[in-house]
């Protein structure tokens, strides 16, 4: 078995993640109990209320200490990865699981990340939106159109049929009209507060390469799929380089997945509240296995069934 974690991103999060963990796993408590960061991580992560951790400069750094929570947990369990990768945000998990940095290096660059996210977005009209049923060259045609009103790009690349495309509202707006006329079988606003992984957040891409200069950064132990290159770490590249690009540039998850397919990877395990994942492999890789890990129970069961593999 070649077992790949893969972490949910911003949009999966829910009140009380990662709580059953904590009560069920000495090795979950410490990124909950130890963290050094300006809020309750506790009280939100499992208080609440939604409308604060649906915030983007909370969500991201308590997703994170969920997700760390469970990677350790499962490494309790005697669970490890030989590869990882994360949806946007959950790349920083990948690159924890991976020893490129400390849980407390992590979380505070989620805070960093998301505060500067949702400055670079207050006041800006930006959407996004979800078209199901073309394909990339159609979609791309779309945006080319589109964007005589603006910016309009591609900016993610979830699977099969399934792409997220962002940026200033009237753009977008046309973009979804032209891709129901172009044969899409639905275009679906997302409920998000800004035009995340376009260019649009340059602004924030220059705030976190700041943070990032004076972080210290490990060469990953084992491959990390990176969502800017659909690859692991490249000779000339950075992991740096690669967060700063990942925060306006598109994220090729269909094709992150294939290249861990193509890796030898027979088993995911995705990470994180609900199944958004698990859907995009099925679809993406339907002969790879995956199973899901939010919780205590969901981690057994996740156990369970790898022991019976091995």
């Known amino acids: 078995m070649k077992l790949a974690f893969i972490y949910a991103g911003q949009g999966s999060q829910t009140v009380g993640m990662g709580k059953s963990l904590y009560d069920s ?16 991580l506790k009280r939100v992560c499992w208080q609440g209320p939604a409308e604060l951790l649906n915030r983007t400069e909370y969500t991201q750094p308590c997703m994170v200490a969920a997700a760390i929570a469970a990677t350790c947990a499962l490494a309790e ?13 959950g790349e920083y998990s990948a690159l924890y699981a991976a020893g490129v940095f400390d849980q407390q290096t992590a979380i505070t660059l989620t805070r960093i990340r998301g505060q500067a996210m949702e400055q670079t977005v207050k006041g800006m009209d930006g959407r996004m939106a979800a078209v199901l049923g073309l394909d990339r060259t159609a979609l791309q ?3 080319d159109e589109a964007g005589s009103l603006g910016v309009v790009q591609i900016a993610n690349y979830n699977c099969p049929g399934q792409m997220v495309i962002g940026g200033e509202a009237a753009a977008v707006e046309r973009a979804a009209a032209l891709a129901l006329e172009g044969g899409a079988r639905r275009v679906v606003p997302l409920n998000v507060s800004g035009p995340f992984h376009t ?12 943070t990032l200069k004076g972080t210290e950064l490990k060469n990953p132990h084992i491959p990390v799929i990176f969502n800017a290159t659909a690859a692991p770490l490249k000779p000339g590249e950075t992991v740096a380089e690669l967060l700063t690009r990942q925060v306006m540039s598109p994220v090729y998850f269909e094709d992150s997945l294939r290249a861990m397919e193509r890796a030898g990877i ?12 698990s859907g995009f492999v099925r679809k993406t890789c339907p002969s790879v296995r995956v199973l899901g890990v939010e919780d205590a129970e969901s981690l057994e069961a996740a156990v369970a069934a790898i022991n019976q593999t091995v």
């Open 25 to 40: 796993y000495p090795a979950a408590r410490p990124v909950f109990d130890n963290t050094e960061i300006d809020f309750d």
């Open 77 to 89: 369990r005697g669970v490890r990865p030989d590869m990882a990768a994360g949806l946007s945000l």
């Open 141 to 143: 045609k779309v945006c």
């Open 199 to 210: 260019s649009l957040l340059e602004p924030a891409a220059r705030k976190l390469a700041e």
């Open 266 to 277: 027979d088993t995911f395990i995705e990470i994180g509240p609900g199944r958004v994942l």
